[in-house]
Antibody, heavy 118, light 107 residues
Framework: EMQLVESGGNLVQPGGSLRLSCAAS????????MHWVRQTPGKGLVWVSR????????TCADSVKGRFTISRDNSKNTLYLQMNSLRGEDAAVYYC???????????WGQGTMVTVSS | DIQMTQSPSSLSASVGDRVTITCRAS??????LNWYQHKPGKAPELLIY???SLQSGVPSRFSGSGSGTDFTLTISSLQPEDFATYYC?????????FGPGTKVDIK
C-alpha cells in the first residue's frame, strides 16, 4: 500500500522552529516530486512548497519564503519541512503530498498539526 | 499568482441529484486543472486530474470538463458518501493554487 506518514507537528511559540518529517512507503519515493500543503483551521488548502526528485530544485510559496525549507533524503524515503520564525498564521494541518507528472496530488498523508501560540 | 474561484461556495442536494460545481482561473491554465474531495478528519482525495482524467478507483459518476479559464466538476447522481467539500487546483504554474472550496451537504 502506498502511504505517507507525517510527524513532528507540535505546539510552538511565535518565532520558534519546528521540523516536520514525512515517511513514504509502498512506492519508489525517489521517482516523484513531493510537496507540502497546509490547511488552516476552518479554511481551505494552501500549497506551501515542492521539491524535485533528487532534491536539487525547490520552490516555496511567498508566504513562507526565507523561513521554510523543504528537503528530502531518498536513502531514507523521507521528506522534510524545516520551519523557522514561525508566525500565528502558520498554524495549520500540514500534509505531505506526492504529485503526478501533471502536478496533481495523488497521494496525501493524514496530516500533522502545527500550533503557534505563546 | 493565479487566483482560483469556485461557485457556489456551498450547496444542498439530495441523494440522486445531479450536481455541478464551477471553477474559474484568473488566467488561462490550459487543461491543468485538478479536483479533490475532502471530508472532515481525512486526507483530501484526488478525483479528476488534467480537467477530465478520472483518478484510478474514483467512481464514474464524477466527471470534469473545461479548458482555459472555466472548468466544471459534475456528479451525475449524488451518493451519500459524496457529501464533502470539493476543491479545484491549478497545476499550470507555481504557486500551485487551490480554489476556496464548495461544500456539498444534505438537503
Amino acid at each position: 500500500e502506498m502511504q505517507l506518514v507525517e510527524s513532528g507537528g507540535n505546539l510552538v511559540q511565535p518565532g520558534g522552529s519546528l521540523r516536520l518529517s514525512c515517511a513514504a512507503s509502498g512506492f519508489t519515493f525517489s521517482s516523484y516530486w513531493m510537496h507540502w500543503v497546509r490547511q488552516t483551521p476552518g479554511k481551505g488548502l494552501v500549497w506551501v512548497s515542492r521539491i524535485n526528485t533528487d532534491g536539487s530544485v525547490t520552490t516555496c510559496a511567498d508566504s513562507v519564503k526565507g523561513r521554510f525549507t523543504i528537503s528530502r533524503d531518498n536513502s531514507k524515503n523521507t521528506l522534510y519541512l524545516q520551519m523557522n520564525s514561525l508566525r500565528g498564521e502558520d498554524a495549520a494541518v500540514y500534509y505531505c503530498v506526492r504529485s503526478l507528472t501533471a502536478r496533481a496530488f495523488d497521494i496525501w498523508g493524514q496530516g500533522t498539526m502545527v500550533t503557534v501560540s505563546s | 499568482d493565479i487566483q482560483m474561484t469556485q461557485s457556489p461556495s456551498s450547496l444542498s442536494a439530495s441523494v440522486g441529484d445531479r450536481v455541478t460545481i464551477t471553477c474559474r482561473a484568473s488566467q488561462s491554465i490550459s487543461t491543468y486543472l485538478n479536483w479533490y474531495q475532502h471530508k472532515p478528519g481525512k486526507a483530501p482525495e484526488l478525483l479528476i486530474y488534467v480537467t477530465s482524467s478520472l483518478q484510478s478507483g474514483v467512481p464514474s459518476r464524477f466527471s470534469g470538463s473545461g479548458s482555459g479559464t472555466d472548468f466544471t466538476l459534475t456528479i451525475s447522481s449524488l451518493q451519500p458518501e459524496d457529501f464533502a467539500t470539493y476543491y479545484c487546483q491549478q497545476s499550470y504554474i507555481a504557486p500551485l493554487t487551490f480554489g476556496p472550496g464548495t461544500k456539498v451537504d444534505i438537503k
